[in-house]
Nanobody, 126 residues
Framework: QVQLVESGGGLVQAGGSLRLSCAASGRTFRNYAMGWFRQAPGKEREFVAA????????YFDDSVKGRFTISVDNVKNTVYLQMNSLKPEDTAVYYC???????????????????WGQGTQVTVSS
């Protein structure tokens, strides 16, 4: 059974940084894609970033491009989301997700992902 456990959320002032981690277990993830999504109160879950398990392909939503980076540590089976220059509008619960479909391009729609973590809260104060 695949398990995804997020950590690293918290309260930070605008302009600050946080690094989220997603520890994956239960499978060999070699052909998986990993994504980060977020959901603010009263809003739909939205795409943030995605990466192939090889780390070769990654992309970001325009709202975070240039501020966030995504990476994979294949030895630790962990995916990271480094968030810099945080803004109050980045406040949300952040979720890690895994797609087992061996797609060429990591997907950006929640429905394309098979497994989800429990989420970690990120709050950015102004």
């Amino acid at each position: 059974q695949v398990q995804l456990v997020e950590s690293g959320g918290g309260l930070v002032q605008a302009g600050g940084s946080l690094r989220l981690s997603c520890a994956a277990s239960g499978r060999t993830f070699r052909n998986y894609a990993m994504g980060w999504f977020r959901q603010a109160p009263g809003k739909e879950r939205e795409f943030v970033a995605a990466i192939s398990w090889s780390g070769i392909k990654s992309y970001f939503d325009d709202s975070v491009k240039g501020r966030f980076t995504i990476s994979v540590d294949n030895v630790k089976n962990t995916v990271y989301l480094q968030m810099n220059s945080l803004k109050p509008e980045d406040t949300a619960v952040y979720y890690c997700a895994a797609d087992q479909s061996s797609r060429i391009t990591p997907p950006r729609y929640p429905s394309d992902y098979n497994y989800w973590g429990q989420g970690t809260q990120v709050t950015v104060s102004s």
